[in-house]
């Protein structure tokens, strides 16, 4: 943990920096935060007493601040970071502050494409359940951690979700590490699969000689990787089966990745278990907010093509004789276009499909050649789906008030802010 005590997080309204600032304030340290805009995960934060500015300023950044941290999507000429570099403060990004508050914790790193925020969620719920007092940071909140995403516990484990956008995970050094699964994604940061491959494969490298990787070997794209690892427990060969409270096959494969972490950690068995079933699911994950008219509302944060299907055939496992009407905004215009055929085909268990915008990050406002929300619509529709293009958030609420049916199962989508379309269909 560090040694300095005063902490400025810029960019504190993200998910994962939002768990930083509580496992700091927890170890005794004072932290202030900013963000570009309020959200409900700013809001939360304020609710449980930090201090968060909006926008974000050079008048932000406390006197006594020793340590910057900032998310990956700030850079040098944000105002607080240039200002605390003039200053002569230390700063790391979130990853590299990962890296330092996990170093003399034995780490337990999940990683994959898909599924890692619900098996860190499983375990968490395993070792909790099982008496297991862990340190975690988890990219969603859990009803298991009182709504919140992160805990400090007094266990030597700490159970992180670790991210391999731009490589972040690297800053790790995981005793042991759990790959959900491997698939091309962030094709803005990697070349091409392969590229993106090498990431995980170096990751298994900084296992230490007696750490251990645990994956599916029947999962593609692994081979590498497993045997870039010192030791390899395939999570493929333990079969038990689960009442699971959150359904999908996806999940299941996610509940066994779990299971096995439980018995390399020595967790007794039978609470483990009993913790793993009666986990309650992860904030955004096919997650129920509510009716609208009979209609049944969730909230999914699937972005890639892979994560569609498995939530649309959740939906549709769950669900089987209702309308599944899918409302989503595609994450990032890069996304899009580089994976455009995939994501037409992705919406097979889906009886409708609509699409209001896609959500642009920073770095491609100037992007040429863009692709828009119609442009994915019509993709999507020459695989005989029925797609409506309602252009903004404030056009899709109208068209669901005026079309969602009694019994419907409406899931609205995406990484982006689509969020927002939940909120305004049912404020009232």
Request: charged share 25%; with cysteine.
């Amino acid at each position: 943990m560090f040694s300095e005590n005063n902490f400025h997080l810029v960019g504190i309204g993200g998910i994962g920096m939002s768990g930083l600032a509580r496992i700091l304030r927890e170890n005794g340290k004072e932290v202030s935060g900013s963000d570009c805009e309020d959200s409900p995960i700013v809001a939360k934060l304020r609710a449980e007493g930090f201090e968060i500015s909006i926008p974000q300023s050079v008048k932000n950044l406390p006197k006594n601040s020793e340590v910057v941290i900032h998310t990956l999507a700030a850079d040098s000429e944000n105002p607080e970071i240039s200002a605390a570099s003039e200053r002569g403060l230390r700063i790391l990004s979130y990853p590299e502050a990962l890296g330092e508050i996990t170093k003399n914790k034995k780490l337990i790193a999940i990683a994959g494409t898909h599924g890692k925020t619900t098996t860190t969620g499983l375990i968490i719920s395993a070792c909790l359940n099982a008496g297991e007092d862990i340190s975690c940071l988890v990219g969603a909140n859990l009803q298991e951690l009182g709504d919140k995403n992160a805990r400090v516990g007094n266990s030597e484990w700490f159970v992180l979700e670790a991210c391999e956008y731009r490589r972040a995970f690297l800053n790790l050094q995981p005793q042991i590490l759990a790959i959900t699964n491997i698939e091309a994604e962030h094709l803005d940061f990697y070349k091409n699969l392969e590229d993106y491959e090498s990431a995980f494969v170096e990751f298994a490298e900084k296992l230490p000689t007696n750490g251990v990787l645990v994956a599916d070997s029947r999962e593609p794209n692994l081979e590498k990787t497993i045997a870039a690892a010192p030791h390899f427990f395939d999570a493929g060969n333990a079969l038990p089966s689960f009442s699971l409270k959150i359904p999908g096959e996806m999940n299941r494969r996610n509940a066994r990745l779990a299971f096995v972490l439980a018995e390399l950690l020595n967790l007794d068995s039978e609470k483990a278990r009993a913790g793993i079933e009666n986990f309650a699911g992860a904030e955004r994950r096919m997650e129920f907010r509510g009716e609208f008219r009979g209609a049944k509302i969730y909230d999914d944060y699937a972005h890639h093509p892979t994560e569609i299907q498995a939530t649309l055939a959740t939906a549709r496992e769950e669900f089987p004789d209702s309308r599944i009407v899918m409302i989503y905004q595609q994450h990032q215009i890069s996304r899009a276009q580089k994976m455009l055929r995939q994501l037409g085909e992705s919406f097979f268990d889906a009886d409708v499909v609509v699409i209001p915008n896609i959500y642009e990050v920073r770095d491609e406002a100037n992007s040429k050649n863009k692709i828009s929300g119609k442009d994915l619509a019509a993709e999507i529709r020459k695989n005989g789906k029925e797609v409506f293009f309602t252009e903004n958030f404030n056009k899709t609420v109208i068209w669901l008030r005026e079309n969602l049916q009694k019994n419907d199962i409406a899931v609205i989508a995406g990484a982006g802010d689509v969020w927002k379309i939940t909120e305004k269909l049912l404020e009232n």
